[in-house]
């Protein structure tokens, strides 16, 4: 007889989920729509979500009444339960730097950064490797940046070059547009 009994674990996946726990899993997606209508409208178009979200998303922006907000979010809640929120996840955790790609890939900036300013032979090769870089705007940068360091100044080229050289970085990931296809 022993050989029909089911172990807990057996009988926890037959039993429908508790009330506890759907507020629960309800709770969670209403917590990446909180997330989701804090993102400013550049990052949200990136999100692959549904038009009915996506709309959502922006009406919760328009409202000012607590309770509007409050009904909006809830509504949020209820169309995020149609979308798989994986793919809304690791794109918020990337962009927080939570991700290890998005560590790795700011690790390699700052690198370059760093090998940049410390001597001149390293722009040359990252211009190499990255041809849409901009090499005066770089220049600039690079030498502001020795004087900054030089004279105990606040940092500001460093940053920008860190930002250039994302961008470049990111422009040479992004899939180039198919012939046909509009470009931004």
């Known amino acids: 007889m022993r050989e029909f009994e089911q172990s807990p674990e057996e009988d926890q996946e037959d039993q429908p989920l508790s009330k506890t726990k759907k507020k629960e899993a309800m709770q969670a997606l209403q917590d990446i729509g909180k997330e989701l209508v804090k993102l400013p409208a550049n990052k949200l178009e990136k999100l692959p979500l549904p038009d009915d979200l996506r709309r959502a998303v922006q009406d919760y922006r328009r409202f000012t009444k607590n309770e509007a907000i409050r009904r909006q979010m809830q509504f949020i809640g209820r169309l995020m339960r149609a979308v798989d929120p994986e793919p809304i996840l690791c794109q918020l955790a990337a962009w927080r730097g939570e991700s290890n790609e998005e560590k790795a890939l700011l690790h390699r900036i700052e690198r370059w950064r760093d090998r940049l300013i410390e001597n001149d ?47 470049a970085m990111e422009a040479e990931s992004r899939p180039a547009p198919e012939e046909g296809e509009a470009t931004d």
């Open 121 to 167: 032979e390293s722009l040359t090769q990252f211009l190499s490797d990255h041809a849409g870089a901009d090499a005066t705007q770089l220049r600039q940068l690079i030498r502001n940046a020795r004087f900054e360091a030089a004279h105990a100044k606040p940092p500001k080229s460093s940053r920008a070059i860190f930002k250039l050289v994302r961008e």
